[in-house]
Structure formats: C-alpha cells, structure tokens
C-alpha cells in the first residue's frame, strides 16, 4: 500500500531545496572519492575498489559537466 497518493507528498521531503551549488559539490566530492577507490584499489590489488572508482569518476563528471556547462550526451539523463 502507498504511503502517499499522486500529488500529495509533502514538499519539504522533495528536492525543491537543492541548489545547483551542492549538486556541483556532490560531483566534486565523488570524483576525490572515486580517485581514492581507484588508487587505494589498484595499490591494494583490489579489482573491485578501482572499477567502481573509475564508474564514479565518471559518473561525477558527467554531473559536473550537466550542471556547469549543460552538456546532456544522453538526452534527457
């Protein structure tokens, strides 16, 4: 059963409070993060760490580059 009908979640549980700002911080934050998984990883010998590592960089850049420059490689995404 569905906690709330179609129209009717409150508005301080949606997003209608974030800024361009934090989403450009979020993406900064996972690039640092995926750089750490990705060395951390390949000095540890630890194939997971540096394939999530560089799936993060990537994803993060590509955040990045929609928020600062408008880039949409994918359509809609």
């Given at each position: 059963?569905?906690?709330?009908?179609?129209?009717?979640?409150?508005?301080?549980?949606?997003?209608?409070?974030?800024?361009?700002?934090?989403?450009?911080?979020?993406?900064?934050?996972?690039?640092?993060?995926?750089?750490?998984?990705?060395?951390l990883g390949r000095?540890?010998?630890?194939?997971?760490?540096?394939?999530?590592?560089?799936?993060?960089?990537?994803?993060?850049?590509y955040l990045g580059?929609?928020?600062?420059?408008?880039?949409?490689?994918?359509?809609?995404?």
């Open positions: 059963m569905a906690r709330y009908r179609e129209g009717e979640i409150p508005k301080e549980q949606l997003a209608v409070h974030a800024s361009d700002d934090m989403l450009v911080l979020t993406a900064i934050l996972g690039v640092v993060i995926g750089l750490a998984l990705t060395i000095k540890g010998g630890v194939m997971w760490m540096w394939v999530w590592g560089i799936g993060l960089i990537l994803c993060s850049l580059a929609g928020m600062v420059f408008g880039v949409r490689l994918f359509g809609v995404f």
